[in-house]
């Protein structure tokens, strides 16, 4: 069995044909999929999808690109569902920040993560963690906070972010067999394999050579298989490895 631990199973993309994407998925090996929240008002229907598909499973919260949407008692709320399995994705984005506005988007953006951080560890659940050239803030308000853990999506190849290894999983998708992954190709050896998880974060970020397709769950093995490169370690090891893991971090 393989996870696909973060996939937009909820996006419009894959509303006329979301049965045959997992179907699709299922016969390459993909058995179970998370959908991670990102808009509130798509919440609704990643629940209804986790209700129908007993291989499908949910998290609540709330984007930093999406933070004009975001209602703490909803995403509270929401965490109590028994398909739901994690806080997030949320996270600090600062790639693009309103002319003018930056100071004050970023804090705002601080302050909603920091409300979400403490929401999962209250509850106990672990976090979806979305950083886009914001690795440092993100460091800096996990230290203050050693409860918090989770996973680190479309891990970026910070090394910073390596610090807490012992209680964060490092996301590995599509990026990974880009040409201009050069960072992520000399950080991947220096994730413990105990530590990684595989995702698409489908429909985006498709994997080579499907560059310029609709990502689906479906694509995982194509990660696979390029992680066994770089590491030179069998497929199957990999699989298993990562499946535990997956595991392990979402009390699956």
């Known amino acids: ?21 997992i179907d699709n998925a299922k016969a390459v090996g993909v058995k179970r999929f998370v959908i991670p929240a990102a808009d509130l008002k798509d919440l609704e229907y990643a629940k209804a999808i986790a209700s129908k598909y007993e291989e499908v499973y949910f998290a609540s919260g ?30 600090l984005d600062y790639f693009r920040l309103s002319e003018g506005r930056e100071q004050e988007e970023r804090e705002e953006q601080k302050r909603v993560l920091i409300e ?7 509850l106990n659940l672990p976090l979806i ?38 209680r964060f999983f490092y996301g590995i998708g599509g990026v990974l067999t880009f040409k201009n992954a050069r960072r992520l190709l000399e950080v991947l050896p220096k994730i413990p394999l105990s530590r ?34 770089i590491l030179a370690i069998p497929v199957e090891q990999i699989s298993e490895q990562c499946e535990k893991n997956t595991k392990e971090l979402f009390d699956l």
């Not at 489908?202 to 490169?229: C, D, M, W």
């Open 196 to 229: 990684l998880v595989l995702e698409t974060d489908a429909p985006y970020l498709t994997p080579h050579p499907h560059r310029g397709e609709r990502n689906e769950p479906k694509f995982i093995p194509l990660v696979l298989q390029k992680i066994s490169e």
């Open 129 to 166: 963690l979305h950083v886009r050239e914001a690795s440092h803030d993100i460091a800096e308000i996990l230290r203050h906070y050693p409860k918090a853990r989770g996973v680190f999506h479309c891990f970026n190849a910070d090394e910073v972010l390596l610090e807490f290894k012992e």
């Open 62 to 91: 709330v984007h930093p690109y999406h933070l004009e949407s975001y209602d703490f008692e909803r995403v509270r709320a929401m965490c109590e569902e028994k398909k739901c399995i994690a806080v997030g994705e949320c996270g």
């Open 116 to 122: 979400q951080i403490e929401l999962s560890i209250k």
């Open 1 to 21: 069995m393989i996870t696909d631990t973060h996939c937009h199973l909820d996006s419009e993309v894959f509303r006329e044909d979301l049965a045959i994407v």
